[in-house]
């Protein structure tokens, strides 16, 4: 809702839109569409101001919530990391006091919160070490970085040169095949599939 909010407003400040709830449809259609990764796309979001595209880049990084058929990080690892920095901040403030980490009145425990940011950190690491290998087929730095983004949640839609009115047959070959595996890991939340390369697990 907030998010949908925030990218009417800039798109109605910016004029690419005709009046407020044609902006509200365009944002609303588009933040459902990423965050819940069904990969429809009724406008060239490309073209929408910095801002909107980097509201939407949020979204597809979190996406929906644990148990979903979503891809992305889920909504539910975000907000522990959100309580964890919470309780991070109020032990500096008290670093005698014993401040764990509750989500709706339970605790948490350390071992989950340090798998959960172990994750999220993997994650954006695959995204980033991906933008360095499509960069080097020469492919631009917004269309790298979000085709990287793209297959990493399983959304669909890029950006630029790949935009959600626009297909992805100019990846090279190379490229179409690592985006392929890319999205293998993003689908089966990593770990899942690098298991299959660890040797010792075949035994």
């Known amino acids: 809702l907030v998010g949908s909010i925030l990218i009417a407003i800039n798109l109605l400040t910016s004029g690419l839109v005709d009046g407020f709830f044609e902006s509200i449809r365009h944002s609303v259609f588009q933040v459902v569409a990423i965050t819940t990764t069904t990969g429809f796309a009724t406008v060239n979001t490309s073209v929408w101001p910095s801002v909107s595209i980097l509201i939407l880049m949020y979204f597809m990084v979190q996406c929906a919530c644990a148990g979903s058929t979503t891809g992305g990080v889920k909504s539910d690892r975000i907000y522990i990391i959100y309580k964890a920095i919470m309780a991070q901040i109020r032990k500096n403030q008290h670093p005698s006091a014993v401040i764990p980490v509750r989500v709706q009145g339970a605790k948490v425990e350390n071992d989950f919160v340090s798998s959960v940011l172990l994750y999220i950190v993997f ?48 990846v090279p070959l190379i490229g179409k095949l690592l985006l392929s595996f890319v999205m293998l890991l993003g689908r089966l939340e990593i770990y899942g599939v690098l298991v299959l390369f660890y040797i010792r697990s075949w035994r």
Do not use: E
């Open 123 to 170: 994650f954006l690491l695959i995204i980033f070490v991906t933008t360095i290998l499509l960069s080097l087929m020469g492919i631009n730095l917004m269309s790298s970085f979000s085709l990287s983004l793209s297959s990493m949640s399983n959304i669909g839609p890029a950006f630029d040169a790949f935009h959600s009115m626009n297909s992805w047959d100019g």
